[in-house]
T-cell receptor, first 115, second 112 residues
Framework: DSGVTQTPKHLITATGQRVTLRCSPR?????VYWYQQSLDQGLQFLIQ???????AKGNILERFSAQQFPDLHSELNLSSLELGDSALYFC??????????????FGEGSWLTVV | TQLLEQSPQFLSIQEGENLTVYCNSS?????LQWYRQEPGEGPVLLVT?????EVKKLKRLTFQFGDARKDSSLHITAAQPGDTGLYLC????????????FGSGTQLTVLP
């Protein structure tokens, strides 16, 4: 158990819909990272928040957005869903604001299936 | 095109055999990490290597960072079924925005 909690674990939704994935970081961790893992793209970094502020942006689509709340939990919002958005979405957390010399801990992921 | 290419993509071996997984790039990394991911779980950090030529050992696993810091290898001695999983390398590019770039992964299956 990494201490990072993600909900829901599985989600099936239709194209065009919007979903929200939730993440609670490890106690004491200020950084939250979102990753997307698919068979053809591997593990792709989407976005990072540190203590409520956006810290870094990766390959995140404009249809996707995220935020980190004062209690440090984070949400990833996926809208106008397409079949290609079907993937495993991971949240990870770390104490510090960068991956450099810093262990990041992954949650168990949220499986999103778009039909 | 992946920044970090891992090979082989799939590997199925018998218990007791040795194996090596490679992680290659044309870019220089300030550090490189190896993770193992099991079904239904997120990746778990195994090791971080920082210095060119560095070798780290974790029980039966030996990790090496290339001298030029562009590549790395993971060698497993006397593999066991419990070693089965997806092995991912991830690197921090020199001068990057400090975010990890992950390789495509090697799916290892160790048969009893």
């Amino acid at each position: 158990d990494s201490g990072v909690t993600q909900t829901p674990k599985h989600l099936i939704t239709a194209t065009g819909q919007r979903v929200t994935l939730r993440c609670s970081p490890r106690s004491g961790d200020l950084s939250v990272y979102w990753y997307q893992q698919s068979l053809d793209q591997g593990l792709q970094f989407l976005i990072q928040y540190y203590n409520g502020e956006e810290r870094a942006k990766g390959n995140i689509l404009e249809r996707f957005s995220a935020q980190q709340f004062p209690d440090l939990h984070s949400e990833l919002n996926l809208s106008s869903l397409e079949l290609g958005d079907s993937a495993l979405y991971f949240c990870a957390s770390s104490v510090a604001g960068s991956s450099s010399g810093n262990t990041i801990y992954f949650g168990e992921g949220s499986w999103l299936t778009v039909v | 095109t992946q920044l970090l290419e891992q090979s082989p993509q799939f590997l199925s071996i018998q218990e007791g055999e040795n194996l090596t997984v490679y992680c290659n790039s044309s870019s220089v990394f300030s550090s490189l990490q190896w993770y193992r991911q099991e079904p239904g779980e997120g990746p778990v950090l195994l090791v971080t290597v920082v210095t060119g030529g560095e070798v780290k050992k974790l029980k039966r696993l030996t990790f090496q960072f290339g001298d030029a810091r562009k590549d790395s290898s993971l060698h497993i001695t006397a593999a066991q079924p419990g070693d089965t999983g997806l092995y991912l390398c991830a690197g921090l590019l020199r001068g990057s925005a400090r975010q990890l770039t992950f390789g495509s992964g090697t799916q290892l299956t160790v048969l009893p």
